[in-house]
């Protein structure tokens, strides 16, 4: 799996999208964490009845894939390469500092550093066909769209976070996060590859063990932090999360900070909590390679 991270890092050095370009070009993103979840985990075929019919498994991402490349299928293959690119600290620092109104830093690393997630599967995709093997990113496939007529308000096809914790990289957090052992103010990916690749082992018990409201009944921090009131002991209303972000953030860095990127942003939940940049529950730690 080393070749993966030093793939990701390669690029993280190198890329002018992981840079702050508008601003002071700082870097966006630290080194990944890696891991691998088998394709056949019973866990993706219960995200359809957890997520909705709608979510791919990774051989359906796979088999769609094969409709462009031509590259055999192989029969009884596929793995989850999964990664999560942590927020620099000088990114996460600004955000920290701010009750209302999100860091242009934060807002300016979330618009390009997707765009930078976003080569990263590209490349990885790029990097086992040129092998010979199929691969597929599910969220850059044609069959990829967000879904709005769902009980919670919006879904899509394929969701990062849950390839994540099927790889064993962290748990959710009551706001929807996701708890790796560096933390929740990151990014994340991932690439279906046809092939069997070795797993990261998941030794959770629970899917929000990593957060210390839920594991604990302690903190509740990110419910504090955050000024849309989103977040409660129930857990986080995504309706009232985005409508907050529509009606406050719209096109402000591109309107009022005179950026050229636009985006809908806040992470101040993400930030200046417990869990910003580390694992707060970690009595448990999966074997997920880091580049440390």
Same mark, same amino acid.
């Given at each position: 799996?080393?070749?993966?991270?030093?793939?990701?890092? #390669? !690029?993280?050095?190198?890329?002018?999208?992981?840079?702050?370009?508008? *601003?002071?070009?700082?870097?966006?993103?630290?080194?990944?964490?890696?891991?691998?979840?088998?394709?056949?985990?019973?866990?993706?075929?219960?995200?359809?009845?957890?997520?909705?019919?709608?979510?791919?498994?990774?051989?359906?991402?796979?088999?769609?894939?094969?409709?462009?490349?031509?590259? $055999? !299928?192989? +029969?009884? %293959?596929?793995?989850?390469?999964?990664?999560? *690119?942590?927020?620099? =600290?000088?990114?996460?620092?600004?955000?920290?500092?701010?009750?209302?109104?999100?860091?242009?830093?934060?807002?300016?690393?979330?618009?390009?550093?997707? #765009?930078?997630? #976003?080569?990263? /599967? /590209?490349?990885?995709?790029?990097?086992?066909? #040129?092998?010979?093997?199929?691969?597929?990113?599910?969220?850059?496939?044609? +069959?990829?769209?967000?879904?709005?007529?769902?009980?919670?308000?919006?879904?899509?096809?394929?969701?990062?976070?849950?390839?994540?914790?099927?790889?064993?990289?962290?748990?959710?957090?009551?706001?929807?996060?996701?708890?790796?052992?560096?933390?929740?103010?990151? /990014?994340?990916?991932?690439?279906?590859?046809?092939?069997?690749?070795?797993?990261? %082992? /998941?030794?959770?018990?629970?899917?929000?063990?990593?957060? !210390?409201?839920?594991? =604990?009944?302690?903190?509740? =921090?990110?419910?504090?932090?955050? $000024?849309?009131?989103?977040?409660?002991?129930?857990?986080?209303?995504?309706?009232?999360?985005?409508?907050?972000?529509?009606?406050?953030?719209?096109?402000?860095?591109?309107?009022?900070?005179? !950026?050229?990127?636009?985006?809908?942003?806040?992470? *101040?939940?993400?930030?200046?909590?417990?869990? +910003?940049?580390?694992?707060?529950?970690?009595?448990?730690?999966?074997?997920? +390679? =880091?580049?440390?």
């Amino acid at each position: 799996m080393q070749d993966i991270v030093d793939i990701i890092v #390669s !690029l993280e050095q190198s890329s002018e999208l992981n840079r702050l370009t508008e *601003l002071d070009n700082g870097p966006i993103y630290d080194e990944p964490v890696v891991g691998v979840a088998s394709g056949f985990d019973p866990l993706f075929s219960m995200y359809k009845g957890i997520i909705g019919e709608f979510h791919m498994t990774p051989w359906e991402a796979l088999q769609h894939k094969r409709k462009t490349v031509d590259i $055999p !299928l192989k +029969e009884g %293959e596929a793995s989850v390469v999964c990664w999560a *690119l942590p927020f620099a =600290k000088h990114i996460k620092n600004a955000n920290a500092k701010k009750e209302v109104w999100s860091s242009v830093k934060w807002g300016h690393a979330y618009y390009t550093g997707e #765009s930078f997630n #976003s080569l990263v /599967r /590209r490349t990885l995709e790029d990097h086992f066909i #040129s092998q010979g093997v199929l691969a597929a990113a599910p969220v850059l496939l044609p +069959e990829w769209h967000r879904v709005t007529d769902v009980p919670d308000g919006f879904s899509s096809t394929w969701s990062e976070r849950h390839a994540l914790y099927a790889a064993g990289l962290g748990t959710f957090s009551i706001n929807d996060g996701f708890i790796t052992e560096k933390g929740m103010a990151m /990014r994340c990916g991932s690439v279906v590859v046809n092939a069997t690749l070795p797993i990261t %082992e /998941r030794t959770c018990t629970d899917h929000r063990e990593n957060c !210390l409201f839920v594991a =604990k009944g302690i903190c509740g =921090k990110c419910m504090e932090r955050c $000024p849309a009131f989103a977040i409660t002991a129930k857990g986080h209303n995504k309706i009232q999360c985005r409508s907050y972000r529509d009606r406050l953030f719209g096109d402000f860095l591109h309107d009022t900070c005179g !950026l050229t990127v636009r985006s809908d942003y806040c992470g *101040l939940c993400q930030t200046g909590v417990p869990c +910003e940049s580390a694992n707060p529950n970690p009595r448990r730690h999966g074997n997920a +390679e =880091k580049n440390t």
